[in-house]
């Protein structure tokens, strides 16, 4: 038997995301997955669901769902104020809702991006191994895009979101406080150098690490654009390459792109390295108009960091 959270306002944007598509960049398919891996574990762990469990990644907020059975779920990342039925409740713990009740998300007041996920998840079909939506590539979401109908489409208004009934959790579980970000915070993002970072003059990196830079208004999940101090490469170009997430790019403009989950699979712009993924969820975090700073890291500080993650959320 399959239940099921009716959508009745998707937001400015809602996707169904799990960890994301591996192996497929020689097939010219994007990664996809969560932007702010950090709130989406959180979000499963506090549901007892294994890691890779899809949930919906909802953007700025405005969005409202009904359940049509009582359920558990949790919500985590952006403050997006929530409400069962009007009354507000808070993030970063289990809820439940009973049949009939209302969740309403508003506007994000700080970070962009919430996730919201169900006990046992959203039982969505995947494709390429994965039920990540990726929207460029037509794959993922509700519909897998490998049948008849198309995949890779954000949610929309009377889409039902389905899911195993399960037996519901305590209510008030909820993830420590020193574990929950301020996005609002000036938090300076690790920089993990590459091996194109030499070609960068002295004073190019100088201007990128001691600068400050705005998030653009044409950020989106594919790379956050950036403006600020004008940091110039020594090489203007060079041939196509795969790009790494995290990967800050710079194009002959001087303003650096920090390529996010939806990147292309290819690049030819000089890089001076990669973001640490812990910083990738805070840079997922930030809006338009914000600002953000970097500082260089050791890639043994940074994989040790990103392996006590995968460790704690038996990260796949």
């Known amino acids: ?6 959508v009745l306002d998707p937001g400015v944007l809602s996707l ?14 994007s990664q996809g997955g969560p932007v702010d891996c950090h709130a989406f574990a959180w979000a499963n762990y506090l549901l007892d669901n294994p890691a890779k469990t899809p949930l919906v990644e909802i953007t700025m907020g405005q969005a409202r769902f009904r359940a ?31 049949a009939g009740d209302e969740l309403r998300l508003r506007y994000a007041r700080r970070g962009l991006r919430a996730y919201l996920a169900v006990r046992g998840g959203w039982t969505v079909d995947g494709a390429f191994g994965s039920a990540a939506t990726v929207m460029r590539n037509q794959l993922g979401g509700l519909h897998s ?15 039902v979101l389905p899911y195993r009934p399960h037996a519901l959790l305590p209510r008030g579980r909820g993830v420590p406080t020193r574990f929950i970000p301020d996005y609002n915070a000036l938090t300076p993002l690790a920089l993990v150098p590459g091996y194109q970072f030499d070609s960068f003059s002295a004073e190019a990196l100088t201007a990128f690490f001691d600068g400050e830079y705005t998030v653009d208004q044409r950020s989106d999940r594919m790379g956050v654009r950036l403006n600020g101090p004008s940091v110039v490469s020594k090489q203007p170009g060079i041939v196509s390459e795969g790009i790494a997430l995290g990967a800050v790019q710079v194009p002959p403009d001087g303003q650096p792109i920090v390529l996010l989950n939806d990147r292309q699979t290819l690049g030819g712009y000089p890089k001076l390295g990669c973001l640490t993924r812990a910083s990738l969820s805070m840079l997922a975090q930030t809006r338009p108009g914000q600002a953000v700073r970097f500082y260089p890291a050791r890639l043994a500080d940074a994989s040790a960091q990103w392996q006590a993650f995968v460790q704690f959320f038996d990260w796949v």
Not at 1 to 6: D, E, I, Y
Not at 148 to 159: C, I, V
């Open 145 to 159: 895009g490998l049948g008849e109908q198309a995949g890779g489409m954000a949610l929309t208004k009377g889409d």
């Open 1 to 6: 038997m399959v239940a099921g959270l009716t």
């Open 68 to 98: 049509e059975q009582a359920i558990s779920i949790a919500i985590t990342g952006a403050d997006m104020q929530p409400c069962i039925n009007g009354q507000r409740v808070g993030m970063w713990q289990t809820l439940t809702l009973n």
């Open 16 to 29: 169904v995301q799990d960890t994301g598509r591996y192996g497929v960049g020689q097939l010219g398919l």
